[in-house]
């Protein structure tokens, strides 16, 4: 399978899947039989995936747990013990890092929390991918950071918008472009959820758009930003709210 079909078949049991792979392979080091605890592993793994604190790592996994928590309601299950059972499981997932044991009885607790239950997130996975949860394609979201960096970009360079709007937006970027280097580790959905708000906040700045020297071409590049958004995310339960919010901007960039 190439690169680019194997992020295209991804979804969010996917990606917690690959995430719980790396914490279980920094939890075999941390958790031995010599010693070791949770918040030694928590350190381990977050320095690993490029986080300099572990409060955000937590933030972060929890937002992919939830992430299969929200695809997991909209799967029609004929028994509904079967979907409480797996949303229990999904849930003891997610709170492997809220124990607090001893050594031993924390390795214990980890090993059921993550092998125990790794199973479930590959049914999951398979249960999702039926029923089209996709994830965008890796290269999709490239697409859309480009286009998003070329928008900001443009909008910076103009000479007659506050600096205080421009330091907005490249915080924003700033942000867009953590989230596009943690997507193999966290999935997509951070990038989204900041890339949204920074087009809502182009809306926003409509009037200063308006007025800038460079209108055009600032208008032109969001409108790329925003294809790339509604195209990469027309697999997802977002399509149709983002759809009508992008076109209703565009047409007042129109006017």
């Known amino acids: ?133 996709f994830t965008a394609s890796k290269e999709k979201v490239t697409q859309a950071f480009d286009a998003m960096r070329d928008a900001v970009q443009e909008f910076c360079k103009s000479e007659g918008i506050s600096d205080r709007f421009k330091r907005l937006l490249m915080h924003y970027m700033q942000q867009i472009e953590l989230a596009y280097k943690q997507y193999d580790d966290f999935g997509e959905e951070q990038f989204w959820k900041v890339y949204k708000e920074t087009f809502a906040t182009f809306v926003q700045l409509h009037p200063q758009i308006m007025g800038a020297h460079n209108r055009e071409s600032i208008v032109s590049k969001v409108k790329i930003a925003a294809n790339s958004m509604v195209v990469a995310l027309s697999v997802s339960a977002d399509a149709a709210t983002l759809t009508t919010g992008a076109f209703l901007f565009l047409d007042r960039l129109s006017t």
């Not at 299950?77 to 059972?85: D, G, H, L, M």
């Not at 492997?96 to 031993?104: D, K, N, S, V």
């Open 1 to 133: 399978m190439s690169e680019q079909s194997s992020f295209e078949s991804n979804n969010s049991a996917d990606v917690l899947l690959a995430l719980i792979g790396k914490i279980r392979n920094a939890g075999r080091k941390e958790l031995g039989n010599n010693g070791g605890n949770i918040n030694a592993l928590l350190k381990s793994v977050s320095s690993s995936l490029g986080y300099e604190n572990t409060t955000e790592f937590v933030f972060r996994y929890y937002e992919t747990c939830n992430h299969v928590l929200r695809d997991l309601e909209n799967i029609e299950v004929a028994k509904p013990e079967i979907k409480k059972r797996w949303i229990s499981k999904v849930k003891e997932i997610r709170g492997t890092f809220e124990i607090q044991m001893g050594p031993a009885a924390a390795k214990s607790l980890f090993d059921q929390r993550i092998e125990r239950n790794e199973e479930v997130l590959y049914t999951l996975s398979e249960r999702i991918q039926k029923e089209g949860g």
